[in-house]
């Protein structure tokens, strides 16, 4: 009979407790000597760790408020659904962890245990074997009871201190240290037997089988095998005693596990049903207080499962609410305050609600009106205005057509009428909501304003037209046509810019002419001027001819003294001559200084004309700019009208680009006129100019008479001392060298008189050309 697994040995162990006689081990000694391989494969019930390892709850000190609060939020961060499993789930958990640590604990103890059995019974076995080897000794044999002994005591020495415990083939196999003090004390007696057992074995061996004491020693040596067996069998009793109170200690360890693990479930199940429940509960509460009108309750529970959410969107729905509501009450108290009549109606224009400034206005107008403001409720809102314009009742009652804006009149009273759609929240069309007010006062006043455009408009026509006769005649005397009139009779400030208008006109035209007739003159004078100069140079000429054979015939006094008085007399009547031309030139020259400084005035008058001119050029740019500035106020005053000033904007532009053409009609002539100034001022400096190389003619022509005089007195001197003449013969050829010198520089200045009158005769031509750019 061979038995294979743990339980049949610790079975077989059992019986031979129960049975425990001499027979009855050598009986068996087959079955033990079986099985003992399996006691040297050391990987079949080996264990190398043989520590319990218990786990250990840490727990915070009792009545830790703060852990059951981290507690409660940390199971407040999971889903409910989470928390509703989490309860079964944990408890199974917990079971299948008490059942593996369970069935882990026990298969390790089994285990440990049934090594130390089978090796604490393996000793019983041993003791066989090394009877039956002392027994082949005895016989004179060989035996090996010696090292049955060694592995018996190393097996004793392993379970008590090494842990290691001979295999029976030269090795060690690993066995748990004993810890039980019965076992300690059965292991012990165990050394204690073998000692006494080998010390009968050495006494039987040293006797010869021949000696008398030999048979005693054999007797006492059995019954010390028998003692150590007895030993033995109670050592293994011990060990099974330990393996079974080793399991029912583990039985009574996973117990209390159980219930700790069941309290903790409950708990654990408390806190997530209090996590569920309290937060229901607050949010019931809550919704009935909202139920009940009290927006000031909120659940405030910031847990971040599904019960956290709702609370926090039932939170913000009651903000929502009460901001809606704030809102609806703002709105409310605006509507019930507005002065504007405002009339709520349903789908069929039925009136669902009337605002008081609606009450009190239909309280007024109840006359003519088919209801009251008192039992206005439901009435058609459509009848309290009649016939409105723009919209008809199908309109009003359609959302597409709406909004409207129109006008209405209830007895005397004119009324502005508008009507919005109002949609409910889902949308749908709920209603119109009509609002009125008195308009009376605007509608007379757009009467009286549409009148007064009229009378403006006639006005703005009628100043258009005078200031058209203006730019025209301003426009043709910007052209040079300075004949026309401005034919305005009016006492406004167009009257008066005309009649100055006209002055300056008539002023300009005058001055036109002066200027003209200055030109003639100073062309005449220039004229006349350049004919004295070429009489100047003949007589210069003249002169020079003279003074030669004046010459000659002094060279020839000597010789011919009779001659003398007649060459005198005809250098007198020569000298008489150069006199006379001296005299006119001087003459001409004063006449021409004269002329020059008329000219002079004449032009400067121009440019104190042309001054004034700038002045009234000055007034009618501000006449234009008032015009514009007129023109622009007809335009604002015709936006403020809307559109029954469109037509008076019009004509305001019109003003407007008429005064802003008659500026520019004005800014060029104020350049043109600029253009006349700077002609004049360049003319008077001419004629300055003129005057100035006239007075420098008169000086040469003084100059001239002078000489003449002086060459008088010579003649007179020659012909009251023709006694003298050949004394005095070199002093006339010297005088007459002097005096042909007087006639070349009279010659030369006679040719610069001829060249300034023929520039003065270039400007009096010029002048003449830009006075005849005008039409006078």
């Not at 052209?479 to 009779?489: H, M, R, S």
């Not at 004049?680 to 100035?692: D, F, L, N, P, T």
Request: hydrophobic letters at 40%; charged letters at 25%; proline letters at 2%.
């Amino acid at each position: 009979m061979k038995i294979n697994s743990f339980e049949g040995r610790l079975i077989m162990e059992r019986e031979q407790l129960i049975g425990g006689n001499g027979e009855d081990f050598v009986n068996k000694e087959t079955e033990i000597i079986t099985s003992e391989e399996e006691f040297s494969n050391p990987s079949s019930h080996i264990r190398v760790d043989t520590e319990y390892k218990g786990s250990k709850s840490k727990r915070e000190p009792k009545g830790s408020d703060d852990l059951l609060y981290k507690v409660v939020r940390a199971l407040g961060n999971y889903k409910v659904s989470t928390k509703i499993y989490l309860i079964p789930f944990m408890f199974v958990i917990a079971i299948a962890a008490i059942i593996s640590y369970t069935v882990i604990s026990m298969e390790k103890r089994r285990s440990d245990d049934i090594v130390e059995i089978n090796i604490s019974g393996r000793q019983r076995m041993l003791n066989q074997r090394m009877a039956k080897e002392l027994l082949v000794s005895t016989m004179g044999y060989d035996g090996d009871y010696e090292n049955i002994i060694s592995i018996m005591e190393g097996t004793i020495d392993g379970l008590l201190k090494t842990g290691k415990a001979p295999d029976g083939k030269g090795g060690y196999i690993t066995v748990p240290i004993a810890d039980d003090p019965q076992v300690i004390e059965k292991l012990k007696e165990q050394r204690s037997s073998l000692k006494e057992l080998k010390k009968s074995i050495d006494v039987l061996l040293e006797t010869p089988q021949d000696d008398v004491m030999y048979a005693d020693y054999m007797e006492n040596l059995l019954a010390k095998i028998a003692a150590f067996h007895k030993v033995a069998d109670d050592t293994v009793s011990e060990y099974i005693r330990h393996s079974n109170s080793h399991i029912a200690s583990m039985v009574n360890f996973e117990i209390t596990i159980g219930v700790v693990v069941a309290l903790l479930g409950i708990f654990l199940g408390w806190l997530i049903c209090n996590g569920i429940s309290i937060p229901v509960k607050k949010i019931l509460d809550t919704l009935q207080a909202v139920t009940h009108g009290d927006l000031s309750v909120r659940v405030n529970h910031t847990a971040k499962d599904e019960l956290g959410k709702i609370s926090h969107a039932l939170d913000q729905a009651i903000d929502n609410m009460q901001n809606t509501m704030d809102e609806v009450s703002k709105v409310s108290a605006m509507v019930d305050n507005s002065p504007l009549c405002t009339i709520l109606a349903d789908r069929e224009l039925r009136i669902m609600y009337l605002n008081p400034s609606a009450k009190r206005e239909i309280g007024h107008l109840k006359e003519y009106l088919p209801f009251g403001p008192d039992d206005a409720h439901e009435k058609d809102v459509y009848c309290l205005f009649g016939e409105v314009p723009a919209i008809s009742r199908e309109e009003m009652t359609d959302p597409e057509k709406l909004p409207f804006n129109g006008e209405t009149k209830i007895g005397d009273d004119y009324y502005s009428v508008s009507a919005a759609a109002v949609y409910g929240r889902n949308g749908e069309f709920i209603g119109p909501m009509v609002t009125w007010y008195k308009i009376t006062g605007k509608k007379r006043m757009e009467i009286e304003r549409a009148e007064q455009m009229a009378k403006e408009r006639k006005q703005a026509k009628e100043l258009q037209e005078k200031v058209d006769t203006i730019c025209k005649v301003v426009s043709e005397a910007a052209q040079g046509n300075l004949t026309n009139v401005v034919e305005i009779e009016e006492t406004g400030t167009i009257g008066q810019m005309a009649s100055v208008l006209n002055k300056l006109l008539s002023d300009l035209r005058g001055d036109m002419a002066s200027i003209a007739e200055s030109a003639n003159k100073l062309a005449d004078a220039s004229n006349g001027l350049n004919v004295i100069s070429e009489d100047l140079l003949g007589g210069a000429d003249s002169s020079s001819q003279e003074a030669q054979r004046v010459s000659s015939a002094a060279e020839q006094v000597s010789a011919n003294m009779t001659t003398v008085v007649t060459a005198a007399e005809e250098m007198s009547a020569s000298i008489r001559e150069i006199a006379n031309n001296a005299s006119d030139a001087a003459r001409i020259t004063k006449e021409a200084v004269e002329m020059a400084h008329q000219t002079n005035g004449v032009v400067t008058n121009l440019g104190e004309s042309t001054t004034e001119i700038g002045k009234v050029i000055k007034v009618i740019n501000s006449i234009a700019e008032q015009t514009n500035l007129l023109a622009l106020n007809a335009t604002i005053e015709a936006a403020r009208a809307g559109e029954a000033g469109k037509g008076f904007a019009v004509v305001a532009n019109e003003v407007k680009e008429l005064a802003r053409e008659t500026a520019v009609a004005t800014e060029d002539i104020a350049k043109k006129v600029e253009a006349i100034q700077n002609d004049s001022s360049s003319a008077v400096e001419a004629i300055q100019g003129i005057g100035e190389v006239i007075d420098r003619i008169n000086d040469i022509a003084n100059a001239i008479a002078s000489s003449v005089e002086e060459q008088t007195a010579t003649t007179n001197e020659i012909t009251r001392n023709v006694s003298e003449a050949a004394k005095g013969a070199r002093d006339i050829a010297a005088g007459i060298g002097k005096i042909s010198q007087d006639v070349v520089s009279t010659k030369g200045r006679a040719e610069d008189v001829k060249g300034s009158a023929e520039e003065l005769s270039q400007m009096s031509s010029k002048l003449k050309e830009l006075i005849g750019k005008f039409v006078y």
